[in-house]
């Protein structure tokens, strides 16, 4: 699937699941609890909100073994070059970074970042926040530079609006294991398949067999427009008063 794809199905999987999953014992602590004393047992709708946008970049990082993927693309050579050491070390596209061990692994890892180490932890939103920014097409058609420009612009301000909002993070691992899971997921419906069960070498396909060819005409003429409608039909109700 195309980057576009992958980001928007993690942005609805989050709108989906993370508001039931808020009051679990490893979600429910915000930054707020850390320094106030408050229990948070919901997410705030600027939680709901940044974890959409981290979780459609989330969804994104398991085509860090591709550096023609756009994820390789986000933030120029820095991207680039951390693209060509994880398709080296994951044995390729479609390799490692395409499983259920990849999704969990990380997924648990931004949670511990998240709780243990507050900087490691800020340095991993920006970049979740850039890859979703690249991937809905956020740049200039044709100038790499430049996008990356203005990626690097936006995300800090993005950033610089949940410092204000005093968004906490405890959700952070949550995002990323969904985001990273979701990506297999659609992966799975295409022909190719994923190594979901790796090291074990065989690729799933999903029963159905839908498989969709990336790039072709339903991807960006049907697929795209049906999930651009069920993330504003999420958000409107996930925020909308009771």
């Known amino acids: 699937m195309m980057g576009h794809t992958h980001a928007m199905t993690g942005a609805i999987a989050w709108l989906g699941l993370a508001p039931p ?3 679990l014992p490893l979600l429910n602590e915000s930054s707020r609890f850390v320094e106030t004393g408050i229990m948070a047992t919901a997410l705030s709708p600027a939680e709901l909100i940044a ?8 969804a994104m990082l398991p085509d860090l073994d591709h550096p023609s993927a756009t994820i390789a693309q986000t933030f120029g050579p820095i991207t680039w070059a951390l693209a060509k050491f994880v398709s080296w ?9 395409h499983s259920l061990l990849f999704a969990v692994a990380l997924g648990f890892g931004a949670h511990w970042l998240a709780g243990t180490y507050p900087i490691g932890r800020d340095i991993m939103v920006v970049l ?3 890859l979703s920014l690249r991937a809905i097409g956020v740049g200039i058609p044709g100038n790499k530079l430049g996008s990356a420009m203005i990626n690097i612009g936006m995300t800090a301000g993005l950033y ?13 691992g949550l995002a ?6 979701i990506h ?6 295409t022909e190719r398949g994923c190594p979901v069960l790796w090291p074990l070498g065989a690729k799933f396909v999903l029963p159905w067999k839908i498989g969709i060819k990336t790039g072709r005409k339903f991807e960006q003429k049907i697929l795209a427009p049906i999930l651009s409608v069920a993330i504003v039909g999420l958000l409107f109700w996930r925020l909308a008063p009771v």
């Open 176 to 181: 990323v294991g969904v985001g990273c899971f």
């Open 51 to 58: 974890g959409a946008i981290i979780c459609a970049g989330a």
């Open 21 to 23: 999953l808020a009051a």
């Open 160 to 172: 610089a609006v949940f410092l204000s909002l005093d968004v906490g993070y405890a959700w952070l």
């Open 89 to 97: 070390i994951s044995g390729g596209h479609r390799g490692a970074t």
């Open 184 to 189: 297999v997921v659609g992966d799975c419906m």
């Open 128 to 130: 979740l926040i850039g």
